[in-house]
T-cell receptor, first 116, second 112 residues
Framework: DTEVTQTPKHLVMGMTNKKSLKCEQHMGHRAMYWYKQKAKKPPELMFVYSYEKLSINESVPSRFSPECPNSSLLNLHLHALQPEDSALYLC???????????????FGSGTRLTVV | GQQVMQIPQYQHVQEGEDFTTYCNSSTTLSNIQWYKQRPGGHPVFLIQLVKSGEVKKQKRLTFQFGEAKKNSSLHITATQTTDVGTYFCAGPRGSTLGRLYFGRGTQLTVWP
């Protein structure tokens, strides 16, 4: 299995709703990431988990709450979002260590989120 | 903070023409990666360059990493309509593992 699976693919939520995005990989990757991508912009790093521990939070508002229940799963809990949070949310995973050959990120197909 | 600058932002070519996108960093990079994102799709990893002056080829794609490890390029020979998409370079910020930041990307359009 060489894929990162994200669910749901599309999500429409109100500003008072609570929802969760899910991400799963079975490649044995020990680093997992959340990125946010607006239309015609590059992906922006939000969170990094390394060995199931949060190692980087890029000053993301607390209405976004990540969780890593185990080495294969990554969640992003959403609460009280704003319309400007509408974007494509990408999960990615990778092997650990910059010096490894082909230390590329494997991205999921993303969740397209619309906040109304 | 360190940024990876990428140019051009857009490139329109006729099928069969060559295409090149460039990335530059103000600081030395430990490595640089390249990704392709098709319209409506997600980024797909193409390659990682680690060594100074490194050149790697994948069929019609040639990737270069500068001698000073501050710049990189992706060159596509004889573009095809299947090459359409946005090409991103991405480099690490600082020494913290996992801080991979993307250039703004070059959106390639190929018309038949």
């Amino acid at each position: 299995d060489t894929e990162v699976t994200q669910t749901p693919k599309h999500l429409v939520m109100g500003m008072t709703n609570k929802k969760s995005l899910k991400c799963e990989q079975h490649m044995g990757h020990r680093a997992m990431y959340w990125y946010k991508q607006k239309a015609k912009k590059p992906p922006e790093l939000m969170f990094v988990y390394s060995y199931e521990k949060l190692s980087i939070n890029e000053s993301v508002p607390s209405r976004f709450s990540p969780e890593c229940p185990n080495s294969s799963l990554l969640n992003l809990h959403l609460h009280a979002l704003q319309p400007e949070d509408s974007a494509l949310y990408l999960c990615a995973s990778s092997q650990d260590g910059w010096d490894r050959e082909n230390y590329g990120y494997t991205f999921g197909s993303g969740t397209r989120l619309t906040v109304v | 903070g360190q940024q990876v600058m990428q140019i051009p932002q857009y490139q329109h070519v006729q099928e069969g023409e060559d295409f090149t996108t460039y990335c530059n960093s103000s600081t030395t990079l430990s490595n640089i990666q390249w990704y392709k994102q098709r319209p409506g799709g997600h980024p797909v990893f193409l390659i990682q360059l680690v060594k100074s002056g490194e050149v790697k080829k994948q069929k019609r794609l040639t990737f270069q990493f500068g001698e000073a490890k501050k710049n990189s390029s992706l060159h596509i020979t004889a573009t095809q309509t299947t090459d359409v998409g946005t090409y991103f370079c991405a480099g690490p910020r600082g020494s913290t593992l996992g801080r991979l930041y993307f250039g703004r990307g070059t959106q390639l359009t190929v018309w038949p």
